[in-house]
């Protein structure tokens, strides 16, 4: 197998990018938490004997928030719950580590489709042509969709996440085996770390399960519990799959009122694998990344741009500004935690926080914007 860390990429990534991009606000900054006095300078020295150097308050908290649940009577089923969840999101990311600094496309499809139909086709040639492009692919492990893009990813480009059913689950056999094969008892637990390690989602035909994690990504986005990413929606040549569901969407939904047309912006409907693998590639053109500090939007690009793009941006964006106007400048203090990218241009907003499709139009522009 290639060294992760090796592998060379055109990417400059951070090796603490929050899937959530910081949009969760009403965390403490430094920690709040206590039991007795007594037992907090034990876990504290606890901690510090063990050599957990990195963030130790953390763990600090993690073994309160444990002894608590001991005095918390909960049910064995509760307790059962709760510490194999943590004990499979550990172990998932301990396998992810090596290979923070590369970005990944989460594959979904059903296990049902054949070796050699035109879906399985297109699928281990989206995989094969995106993991060209420095990319490595995330799938369920199993075989059909998962399967053609394991294979086109080959085995040292790929994930699989499998998940433990009452009948037997079957790991394709490019996987089967490898270090990057991790088995979840939890679809919650398996769904965060598709959502979490990924970089853009490309979504094939598929039943119930292919159906739940388009509709788990969409809604994230939507609400922006996610950092926005990528949504390219595949099928066979003249396949009319994403077009009936796109038409469901767009009778029995959107003429409801129950999604707005800023939602549509969240994915696209693509007819070939050079245009999914283009819609991936150009939404990091010049977008690196983002992340929220406070009521502030600071989105990271890889090349400054002009000052005629940065006024083009706030004549065309200034609905979306919620006060001030979108400024070019440096890192923020609050980012001193990301080394990686100290050095990135920022755009840095105080945006509207209700319509992320709006957001994913914002950062299109940037990828078309001049340089300079």
Wanted: hydrophobic fraction near 45%; include cysteine.
């Amino acid at each position: 197998m290639k060294n992760p860390v090796r592998w060379q990429t055109r990417t400059v990534m951070s090796a603490v990018e929050d899937f959530t991009a910081g949009t969760i606000q009403d965390q403490p900054t430094r920690r709040q938490w206590s039991v007795d006095p007594p037992f907090d300078a034990r876990v504290q020295e606890l901690v510090r004997d063990w050599g957990a150097t990195k963030t130790p308050e953390l763990i600090e908290e993690m073994i309160v928030t444990a002894l608590k649940m001991a005095r918390d009577e909960m049910s064995v089923a509760d307790l059962k719950l709760i510490n194999r969840s943590l004990k499979e999101l550990r172990y998932a990311a301990k396998v992810f580590a090596p290979y923070a600094h590369l970005r990944k496309v989460a594959v979904f499809g059903s296990a049902r489709i054949p070796a050699g139909a035109p879906e399985f086709q297109v699928a281990e040639d989206f995989a094969r042509e995106i993991t060209a492009q420095n990319y490595m692919v995330i799938t369920g492990g199993g075989d059909g969709i998962m399967g053609a893009a394991q294979l086109g990813a080959g085995r040292d480009h790929g994930f699989g996440l499998n998940i433990r059913l009452p009948f037997e689950q079957k790991v394709n056999l490019v996987i089967e085996g490898d270090p990057k094969l991790i088995n979840f008892n939890y679809f919650f637990t398996r769904k965060l770390n598709f959502v979490k390690e990924t970089h853009a989602f490309a979504l094939f035909p598929g039943g119930f399960g292919t159906m739940d994690e388009t509709f788990e990504a969409l809604i994230l986005l939507q609400t922006g519990k996610a950092r926005i990413i990528p949504v390219v929606l595949l099928d066979r040549p003249d396949g009319e799959y994403w077009e009936t569901w796109m038409k469901f969407l767009t009778d029995h939904l959107l003429k409801l009122g129950f999604v707005s047309e800023e939602d549509f912006h969240l994915f696209k409907i693509v007819h070939s694998v050079k245009d999914a693998v283009a819609e991936i590639c150009q939404f990091y053109k010049i977008y690196h990344s983002s992340r929220w500090v406070r009521d502030q939007l600071v989105i990271r690009l890889s090349q400054r741009l002009s000052k005629a793009a940065i006024a083009d941006l706030n004549l065309k964006f200034r609905d979306l500004v919620r006060k001030g106007e979108i400024l070019q400048r440096t890192a923020l203090r609050e980012e001193k935690n990301e080394p990686e990218i100290w050095d990135l241009p920022r755009l840095v907003l105080v945006p509207h926080r209700r319509t992320f499709g709006r957001l994913r139009q914002l950062i299109d522009a940037i990828n078309t914007s001049s340089v300079g």
